[in-house]
């Protein structure tokens, strides 16, 4: 309660919070509306994220900590991360030096990283592993 406190006291015109389980077409419609999206995970690591693939598959610019899938995805350039809250504010005030990924890259990236050519990759990881 004292974290969702301080949250809504730092809200603008600019920034809304919304606290509700949404289904894949209104977060698609808030994500359309939306600068960037970012993810406020506070683990000691990320591995994946389902919600960072559709964002990206949404067209969001993202912004994430600096772990596991958002670092991976970081350092080919297809979202930014961060490490403190400086950090955000460069980003959203331009001043990261990353410009992030152009939107035919990430459709690219989508393309390469979709469910259908989820199986052949997976062959093709495993061949003479599995034998």
Not at 90 to 97: A, P
Not at 110 to 118: A, K, P, T, V
């Amino acid at each position: 309660k004292e974290l969702k406190a301080k949250l809504i006291s730092c809200l603008s015109e600019q920034i809304e919070y919304i606290e509700e389980f949404a289904d894949i077409e209104r977060i698609a419609a808030l994500t359309r509306a939306s600068e960037f999206v970012l993810f406020t995970y506070n683990s000691p690591s990320v591995l994946s994220s389902g919600s960072l693939m559709d964002s990206i598959g949404m067209g969001a610019r993202v912004i994430g900590p600096d772990k596991g899938a958002f670092r991976d995805l970081q350092e080919v350039g297809y979202i930014h991360t961060f490490t403190n809250y400086k950090d955000i504010e460069d980003i959203l005030l331009g001043r990261s030096g990353n410009p992030g990924p152009k939107q035919e890259t990430l459709q690219e990236f989508c393309r390469e990283n979709s469910w259908q050519n989820y199986l052949e990759k997976l062959e093709n990881a495993t061949k003479g592993i599995l034998n």
